[in-house]
C-alpha cells in the first residue's frame, strides 16, 4: 500500500537544497515532481493541484532553524497538508437509535458483503455490542450464503427471507427481529450491481427511507483508484451517505482514492480492510495514514493491534517461566498464533519506521511461520515441554513428521535457545521488569 507514493514523495523532497529559507525557485521543482508523484498514484487532478499549492503558499517564505533543513521543513508541511486531505480527525460512527441500524452500499465486488461481517465481528469483540447482519440481497443467492457463512464464523445471527423479493420489507422485518431478539446493532448488507442504474439507486433509497438508518455507509474497492471516487461521488448524490469504507487496501493500490475522495464527495473515510481475515478492519485515521505515505510507519496503530492480543494474566506467566528459563515450545506456539492475529505480516513490517522501507522489494509471505508451526507440532507433548531433551534421533523424526530437513529443525532449536537466553537477559534487568510493570499498571 503506497509504496510506490512513498518512494516518489521522498525522491521529490531530496530534490530541495539550500539552507536558511524556502524560496520560490528552489520549492518550485520539488512541488512539480510531488504533484507528478500524486497524479501517479491516480490522485485526482484538482486534487493534486490545491494540494501543491497549499503546500508553496505555506513554505514560501518559512524561515528554516539551523538543526532543521528545508526539505525536513517541507516534509512537515507535506505531512499536515495530506492528513487534512484525508479529514484530518478520525470520524466514529453515530449509533444513537436502539437498535442502530447500519446501511451497507456499493457496487458488487467492492467487498460489501465481507466488510459487512467484519464490521459485525469489531462491533461485537470491541465494543460490546450484539449485532444482527440482514442478507437483503435479493438478486444473488450466493450473497446470503456468503453472509451466512461469515456470520457462523464470527458468532453473529443472520436474518435473511430467501423466497422474498421484497428488499424493503426484508429489511424492517430484520429490525422487527432484533428488537424482539434484544440485538443493538442491525447491518444490512443490499444489493450491489456491476454498473450503477437507477433500478439500483431507486432500490437503495427505498430501503433507506423505510429504516431510517443511523449510518449509511459507502463500500469502494481502493484498487480501483479514480474509478472509486468517480462512483463514490454518484453514489452520495443520490443517497447522502454519512462515510467511506476503502477495501482491499493491503492490495497493489497506489493510494489514489484514499487522497481524493474526501475532497471530491465531502464525507469522511470512516474504515479501512486490510486483509481477508475478519479481524482486518481498521478505523480511518488521516494523520496515521500520512505517516505511511510518508514513510514514516506507523507505531500507534501497530501497538494497538498487538494490546488487543495482549492477555495480562499471559503475560504474567510467561514472564515468570522466562525468569525461571522455563519458556518452551508450547509457549513459542502460543506467541506465533497471536502475532498472526494481528494481521498479515507485511502490512505490520510496514507500521515500523524504516524498516518498510528496507524491505519494499522484500517478499513477505503471511505462510512464513507455517514451517516453524509443521514442527513443534510434530513434537511430541514431551518435547514442546522439554526443549533441551530433543536429542539427534528426535529431530531427525521431527523433520519426517513435518516435512521439513533436519538442518532447518537445527536451525528452528538454535533460534529458540538463543532467544530464550536474550528474554532471560531481558527480565533480569531491573529497568526492564520496572517498564513491564508500569506497562501492566496502565492496562490495569
Avoid: W
Avoid at 271 to 298: C, N, Q, S, W
Amino acid at each position: 500500500m503506497f509504496e510506490n507514493l512513498s518512494e516518489r514523495l521522498e525522491r521529490s523532497f531530496k530534490l530541495l537544497k539550500g539552507e536558511g529559507r524556502i524560496s520560490e525557485i528552489n520549492v518550485a521543482e520539488t512541488l512539480k515532481d510531488v504533484r507528478r508523484a500524486l497524479l501517479d498514484a491516480d490522485v485526482n487532478y484538482k486534487v493534486a493541484k490545491q494540494f501543491t499549492d497549499t503546500v508553496k503558499e505555506k513554505a514560501l517564505g518559512q524561515n528554516v532553524l539551523t538543526a532543521v533543513k528545508p526539505s525536513q521543513l517541507m516534509v512537515k508541511i507535506a505531512h499536515d497538508e495530506l492528513a487534512l486531505l484525508m479529514g484530518g480527525k478520525t470520524e466514529e460512527l453515530a449509533l444513537t437509535s436502539k437498535p442502530a441500524v447500519i446501511l451497507m452500499s456499493g457496487l458488487q465486488g467492492s467487498g460489501k458483503t465481507t466488510f459487512s461481517g467484519k464490521l459485525a465481528n469489531m462491533l461485537k469483540t470491541k465494543k460490546g455490542k450484539q449485532p444482527l447482519l440482514v442478507a437483503d440481497d435479493i438478486y444473488r443467492p450466493a450473497a446470503i450464503e456468503q453472509l451466512r457463512v461469515l456470520g457462523e464464523q464470527i458468532g453473529v445471527p443472520v436474518y435473511s427471507e430467501p423466497d422474498s423479493k421484497d428488499p424493503v420489507k426484508i429489511a424492517l422485518n430484520a429490525i422487527a427481529q432484533a428488537k424482539r431478539d434484544g440485538q443493538d446493532v442491525v447491518i444490512i448488507d443490499t444489493a450491489g450491481r456491476l454498473a450503477i442504474d437507477q433500478q439500483m439507486m431507486a432500490e437503495i433509497s427505498n430501503i433507506r427511507k423505510a429504516v431510517n438508518p443511523d449510518e449509511v455507509l459507502f463500500v469502494v474497492d481502493a484498487m480501483t483508484g479514480q474509478d472509486a471516487v468517480n462512483t463514490a461521488k454518484e453514489f452520495n448524490d443520490q443517497l447522502n451517505f454519512n462515510g467511506v469504507v476503502l477495501t482491499k487496501l493491503d492490495g497493489d493500490t497506489r493510494g489514489g482514492a484514499a487522497l481524493s475522495i474526501r475532497t471530491v464527495v465531502d464525507k469522511p473515510i470512516k474504515f479501512v480492510g486490510t486483509g481477508e481475515k475478519m479481524e482486518a478492519i481498521d478505523p480511518f485515521h488521516p494523520e496515521r495514514m500520512a505517516d505511511r505515505i510518508l514513510g514514516m510507519g506507523d507505531i500507534v496503530s501497530l501497538v494497538e493491534r498487538a494490546q488487543e492480543q495482549y492477555d495480562e494474566a499471559e503475560a504474567e506467566r510467561l514472564q515468570k517461566k522466562i525468569a525461571k528459563n522455563q519458556f518452551d515450545f508450547n509457549d513459542y506456539l502460543s506467541q506465533i498464533q497471536q502475532i498472526k492475529k494481528m494481521g498479515n505480516l507485511k502490512d505490520l513490517v510496514s507500521m515500523i519506521p524504516g524498516i518498510g522501507k528496507a524491505m519494499k522489494d522484500t517478499e513477505i509471505d503471511d505462510n512464513a511461520f507455517k514451517g516453524i508451526e509443521s514442527m513443534i507440532h510434530s513434537m511430541t507433548p514431551y518435547e514442546r515441554s522439554n526443549p533441551a531433551m530433543i536429542n539427534q534421533s528426535r529431530r531427525q523424526r521431527i523433520a519426517s513428521g513435518s516435512g521439513t530437513t533436519i538442518q532447518e529443525v537445527n536451525r528452528l532449536i538454535k533460534q529458540f535457545d538463543e532467544m530464550r537466553k536474550m528474554m532471560k537477559t531481558v527480565t533480569q534487568n531491573k529497568n526492564a521488569q520496572r517498564m513491564m510493570q508500569g506497562m501492566m499498571q496502565r492496562r490495569k
